[in-house]
């Protein structure tokens, strides 16, 4: 019989497909520079600002200062936020959905800043039915820092030990399995199935 009572989900590229580049394939053609826009100016780092709580406008400005020149395609980020979430993975999210029907305990953990998250959580039905979801940004702290793991137990009354975590991210299972969480790192449904099986969930 399975250990696991609670099963916690990352969003991005778990459920939903995420992906800045779409919007500036058009507006940023040439794929060298757009490549280095979105390594060195719009990337990861700056995007966790926004996870952790800062609001766009700040986010922008700060960008800005540093990079003066990039100003108007820094400000296309947020304009083009939606057209980054091209649609739900149909598989991944038919097995929370599945896991939810049967009455496993789901809830969500995510780095998303608090109003972006707001508009996908209206576009994505899944997002609506776990029995709760840890924003970041509305607690100012991200994965991979220990906290937000923390929180996220304590809030859904979550027992550690039997509990377990998928995230697209190693480091954030690195840290999900330091915090005393079962955790696998997403890479496609088929993969997710099959954790799910060795840790005594199987599928019907």
């Known amino acids: 019989m399975s250990g696991?009572?609670?099963?916690?989900?990352?969003?991005?590229?778990?459920?939903?497909?995420?992906?800045?580049?779409?919007p500036y394939r058009r507006l940023i053609p040439d794929a060298a520079a757009r490549r280095r826009f979105l390594d060195e100016v719009c990337?990861?780092?700056?995007?966790?600002?926004?996870?952790?709580?800062?609001?766009?406008?700040?986010?922008?400005?700060?960008?800005i200062v540093?990079?003066?020149?990039?100003?108007?395609?820094?400000?296309?980020?947020?304009?083009?936020?939606?057209?980054?979430?091209?649609?739900?993975?149909?598989e991944s999210t038919a097995i929370a959905n599945r896991l939810i029907d049967a009455g496993y305990d789901v809830t969500a953990l995510t780095n998303w800043a608090a109003d972006t998250f707001l508009e996908a959580e209206q576009r994505f039905p899944v997002f609506r039915r776990f029995r709760g979801?840890?924003?970041?940004?509305?607690?100012?702290?991200?994965?991979?820092?220990?906290?937000?793991?923390r929180h996220h137990a304590e809030t859904f009354g979550l027992q550690p030990a039997a509990t377990l975590f998928?995230?697209?991210?190693?480091?954030?299972?690195?840290?999900?399995?330091?915090?005393g969480w079962n955790a696998?790192?997403?890479?496609?449904?088929?993969?997710?199935?099959?954790?799910?099986?060795?840790?005594?969930?199987p599928l019907k």
């Open 4 to 22: 696991i009572k609670h099963i916690v989900f990352d969003l991005g590229n778990v459920l939903v497909r995420w992906d800045p580049e779409i």
């Open 166 to 179: 998928f995230d697209d991210s190693p480091r954030n299972v690195a840290a999900a399995r330091a915090a």
């Open 184 to 201: 696998e790192v997403f890479v496609d449904p088929d993969g997710l199935r099959r954790d799910l099986a060795r840790h005594g969930i």
């Open 43 to 63: 990337n990861s780092a700056w995007l966790a600002k926004t996870d952790a709580g800062a609001t766009w406008a700040e986010a922008e400005a700060e960008l």
């Open 133 to 149: 979801v840890t924003v970041s940004a509305r607690i100012g702290t991200v994965k991979p820092d220990a906290a937000i793991f």
């Open 66 to 90: 540093a990079h003066p020149a990039d100003a108007a395609m820094i400000r296309e980020f947020r304009r083009h936020h939606a057209e980054m979430l091209p649609g739900p993975i149909e």
